[in-house]
Nanobody, 130 residues
Framework: QVHVEESGRGLVQPGGSLTLSCAASGFTLPNYAIAWFRQAPGKGREGVACLTNTDGNTTYSDSVKGRFTISRDNAENTVYLQMNSLKPEDTAVYYC???????????????????????WGKGTLVTVSS
């Protein structure tokens, strides 16, 4: 079964940077997607960034595009979320989610719609404040 665990919680001042890490394992199908979600106080869960393993395609929400970068290591065991120019509204619990599938098209759709993720980490808190 797929296992997901994120780390990198912290308190950051506005304009600062922070990198989160996600270790994902247990994939049994050839294609998978790994995504970062966040849930701010009083709001629903929002898809932030997504990556597919086959070609490394990435997608971002409009709210973080140009500030956040999702990437993976060469072994494809760990995915990172580099967050720059942080704003107070970025304060949230950040979740890493993952799932695998038989086809590339399916996992690409997962990143388009931020849907179909069945395996989730427990979340890590990021607070952006002065």
């Amino acid at each position: 079964q797929v296992h997901v665990e994120e780390s990198g919680r912290g308190l950051v001042q506005p304009g600062g940077s922070l990198t989160l890490s996600c270790a994902a394992s247990g994939f049994t199908l050839p294609n998978y997607a790994i995504a970062w979600f966040r849930q701010a106080p009083g709001k629903g869960r929002e898809g932030v960034a997504c990556l597919t393993n086959t070609d490394g395609n990435t997608t971002y929400s409009d709210s973080v595009k140009g500030r956040f970068t999702i990437s993976r290591d060469n072994a494809e065991n760990t995915v990172y979320l580099q967050m720059n120019s942080l704003k107070p509204e970025d304060t949230a619990v950040y979740y890493c989610a993952a799932d695998d599938a038989r086809t590339v098209n399916f996992v690409r759709a997962m990143c388009i719609f931020y849907s179909g993720f069945h395996f989730w980490g427990k979340g890590t808190l990021v607070t952006v404040s002065s």
